[in-house]
């Protein structure tokens, strides 16, 4: 992706062109950023038995599933319709790990028969394996009571947190797991999402790794996602490179004492898509109040709900415009909620009805989260 003077090109398309020949509002991915991001992390965590599963719930596209299983990726999913999803785009049922919450029979049944690989999330879920598979191999999702992430909603460990089995509980999880003949083979654990800081991220690695000596019986330990990406402009990137030397060191020090070269599994949603997409808007209206300007489009907090739900910041700039006067406006949306503000304050090329906005970063959580509330249509997308 490049920007050149507020011009955005995803391949050799200009979002222009591309807006006016598909119309908006439209996500356009790139699999370019795509295939870059996903040879970052095999390129910076070198350890030999890594297993990349990238987790789609950032975004189920079909077209980027099918992409990510020609790059190699294996894939994690959690739930009935993501599994038929990513059976449809071609993934082996071994290649397959669903990692879920408040999981039904049916579901659970339905994920037994078609040979997909779980890590349980608590002690029910063992039993309710068990009883409709019993004698066979299982992960379990590890609430370590450690947690981070960009907001209280994505912070996946630690004692407020729904996910995992408590380090307290995990002597009954073994006895479940007897009592139905399931060998445990891999531990999980994923303490939240768009983590920026390797610090947190090691420490939670540490005490897998504490934590799975106790376990006699693994292949594998899966740490989880949650590689972050910078959203705001002077935002520091993860340090990738430092985090990968020490997770592999660390790994294969453990492996050594394991007696056994175990698979490094990651379930990366975010960091592999996130930065792949845009949305584009068109603007449909310009309004002052005394103190403030507001930029309306046509789209809204039903297609990418990240700003209104978590407060997140997605840079917005008027493709439509290399020169003018730069003006201080709420970009907003369509929806009638006051909620529906992609950006307040934002320094923008003062636009006109017509011109393109394009909202930058909208790759992950974006058209997976939309909805059709207001009865508005979906968005929608392509991929270049
Ligand atoms: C079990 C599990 N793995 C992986 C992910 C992906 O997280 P991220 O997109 O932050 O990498 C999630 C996100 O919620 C998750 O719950």
Request: aromatic share 8%.
């Amino acid at each position: 992706m490049k920007i050149k003077n507020n011009k955005l090109f995803l391949g050799k398309f200009s979002t222009q062109s591309l807006a006016k020949k598909h119309g908006t509002p439209i996500y356009v991915y790139e699999t370019e950023t795509i295939r870059s991001q996903y040879l970052k992390l095999l390129k910076n965590i070198a350890y030999p038995k890594l297993q990349i599963h990238y987790a789609c719930k950032a975004n189920t596209n079909i077209l980027i599933l099918k992409f990510f299983k020609k790059l190699g990726s294996k894939i994690e999913t959690v739930s009935k319709g993501e599994v038929t999803l990513a059976l449809k785009a071609g993934f082996k049922p071994k290649d397959i790990i669903y990692t879920s919450t408040s999981v039904s029979k049916d579901e659970m049944a339905f994920v037994i028969k078609n040979k997909i690989k779980v890590s349980l999330d608590s002690l029910s879920q063992i039993e309710l394996y068990g009883k409709l598979n019993p004698n066979n191999d299982i992960g379990i999702r590890v609430n370590q009571g450690i947690g981070a992430g960009h907001h209280d909603h994505v912070i996946t460990g630690g004692i407020m947190s729904k996910f995992g089995i408590p380090l307290e509980h995990l002597n009954n999880a073994k006895k479940l797991a007897e009592k139905y003949k399931l060998k445990i083979t891999s531990l999980h654990q994923h303490i939240g999402s768009n983590v920026l800081d390797k610090n947190i991220l090691l420490k939670a690695f540490d005490k897998l790794l504490e934590t799975a000596i106790n376990f006699p019986d693994l292949e594998s330990l899966d740490f989880g996602g949650g590689f972050g990406v910078s959203y705001l402009p002077k935002e520091k990137d993860l340090d990738l490179k430092t985090l990968g030397t020490e997770m592999t060191r660390r790994m294969n020090n453990f492996c050594e004492k394991y007696g056994k070269k175990l698979d490094l599994v990651l379930e990366p949603g975010r960091f592999l898509v996130a930065e792949s997409g845009v949305l584009l808007s068109t603007v449909t209206e310009i309004k002052n109040n005394p103190k403030r300007t507001f930029v309306g489009v046509n789209t809204g907090f039903n297609h990418l709900i990240r700003p209104t739900m978590y407060g997140s910041y997605h840079e917005i700039i008027n493709t439509s415009r290399a020169k003018g006067l730069v003006i201080k406006a709420d970009i907003v949306g369509n929806i009638c909620e006051s909620g529906d503000v992609f950006g307040r304050d934002r320094k923008i090329t003062s636009p006109k009805v017509g011109d393109i906005l394009a909202i930058l970063n909208a790759g992950a959580y974006g058209y997976v989260m939309a909805s059709h509330y207001n009865s508005r249509s979906l968005p929608r997308e392509i991929l270049v």
